[in-house]
């Protein structure tokens, strides 16, 4: 493909954000912040914030936020960009900026998809001006900037193929959403309402199943179960906690990327997406075996004990192995581990967490204390039955997300060639 050298400046106008922040409200006008921006380049609705109508007229005096509009960081965080979507009613946050495509020479979704490429990645790290607290880029300075584009019609159909796979993404992404509101439905009728199936079918509490009170829960539970510790102590792995020090030592036998003597390993970390909290790293298989004890594998439940305390996570089905990076307990057993997770996550196990939590800087609990929690098991027949019904809601969600990663794989592999005209669309 051929390409042409555009100054950003003659193509897109370049807006700069307010450099303040207003008060929030509950209600109102989105302000939208960098924290609603992905790492993946997408805005997520649920990290927005409001403000009032008169401020918004006060932070939208530089620039009113419109559909097509490229919103992007250029301060702290650097190398955030996403597409403002149509019906966007708000205003831009502190450290955030516009490019607003003018020129018919440009498409704004492929120029989207450019600020992702690792040849703009490389441009915008080659211009970044250090700060003694932040790096940033120059919001006057990029008008200047050199954007290397095809034709239009290219263009065009890069944009096309690209968002034909993120839209594939997008998609799994609410089915996923909407399974795990099912399964939420699904523990809640049973276990928080009690209405799990009786021997006959019925619905237990509903139809007078015998309940007795529960002396710490201060509530009545469903008889024959139990509020036990035991249980707990018994599968949870006591002997897997991470403290920090896989990572320094994989830090010191980093190899190289395909080397005969490596193997990858991915280190899974906290983060409030899963997907955005793998470390890919190679290191020696010697390094690997001396840390087989804290292998990970598909299904575990994993728990954060610093910082996020009380997040809970279900670790993915990977072709490779894992680990856990710091600031995690690992509770296993392949007949409990459905009904722990919902339970862990729901309001009752929440709560539980946060009771062993202390911490004035950051929350923070530790195993002793995890394991004497005392959890309230239902009786296993229950539980069986949970499992049946649970497992395949799991299954469709774990088939999604690894879809979903296979897509994101493949985008990320043709973005760049792409852009660079390795590859042509036809």
């Not at 516009?98 to 020479?105: F, L, P, Q, T």
Request: proline share 5%.
């Amino acid at each position: 493909m051929e390409m042409t050298k555009y100054k950003l400046g003659d193509i897109a106008t370049i807006y700069d954000g307010p450099h303040a922040t207003p008060k929030r409200t509950d209600n109102g006008p989105v302000y939208l912040g960098i924290d609603a921006i992905t790492e993946d380049c997408k805005i997520n609705p649920n990290e927005f914030t409001f403000l009032s109508e008169e401020d918004y007229k006060i932070w939208t005096k530089r620039v009113v936020p419109q559909f097509k509009d490229i919103v992007f960081s250029y301060e702290a965080t650097l190398g955030r960009y996403a597409i403002i979507p149509e019906n966007f009613y708000g205003c831009l946050g502190r450290r955030l900026g516009i490019i607003r495509v003018k020129s018919d020479a440009v498409d704004y979704k492929w120029l989207y998809y450019f600020f992702q490429s690792p040849q703009w990645k490389c441009y915008i790290k080659n211009h970044i001006i250090k700060g003694s607290t932040v790096n940033r880029i120059s919001v006057d300075e990029m008008p200047g900037y050199e954007i290397p584009a095809c034709g239009i019609a290219d263009q065009k159909k890069i944009a096309s193929v690209l968002s034909a796979l993120d839209d594939k993404i997008a998609l799994n992404k609410k089915m996923n959403q909407k399974l795990e509101a099912m399964a939420k439905r699904l523990y809640d009728y049973w276990f928080v309402q009690y209405d799990f199936p009786d021997k006959n079918g019925h619905p237990y509490k509903t139809t007078g199943g015998p309940m007795t009170y529960n002396q710490n829960l201060k509530r009545e539970i469903p008889a024959g179960w139990e509020q036990s510790s035991i249980l707990l102590k018994n599968i949870f792995n006591s002997d897997f906690t991470a403290n920090g020090s896989f990572n320094d030592l994989a830090e010191n036998v980093k190899y190289n990327e395909g080397s005969p003597y490596a193997l990858l390993i991915r280190i899974i970390d906290f983060n409030d997406d899963f997907a955005k909290s793998e470390k890919f790293i190679w290191v020696n298989k010697h390094s690997y075996d001396y840390l087989k004890t804290s292998s990970l594998h598909g299904g575990e439940i994993i728990i954060c004990n610093v910082g996020n305390a009380g997040a809970v996570y279900r670790c993915p089905f990977l072709n490779c192995p894992m680990t856990l990076g710091p600031n995690g307990v690992v509770v296993n057993d392949l007949f409990y581990n459905n009904y722990l997770y919902m339970y862990f996550k729901s309001e009752l196990g929440q709560q539980q967490l946060r009771s062993i939590s202390s911490g004035s800087i950051q929350l923070k609990f530790n195993k002793t204390s995890f394991r004497n929690i005392p959890l309230l098991f239902p009786d296993k027949k229950t539980i069986s039955l949970f499992n049946e019904k649970y497992n395949s809601i799991y299954a469709q969600i774990n088939n999604l997300w690894t879809e979903n990663r296979k897509l994101t794989a493949l985008r990320d592999k043709l973005l760049p060639l792409l852009m660079n005209g390795q590859v042509e669309v036809g």
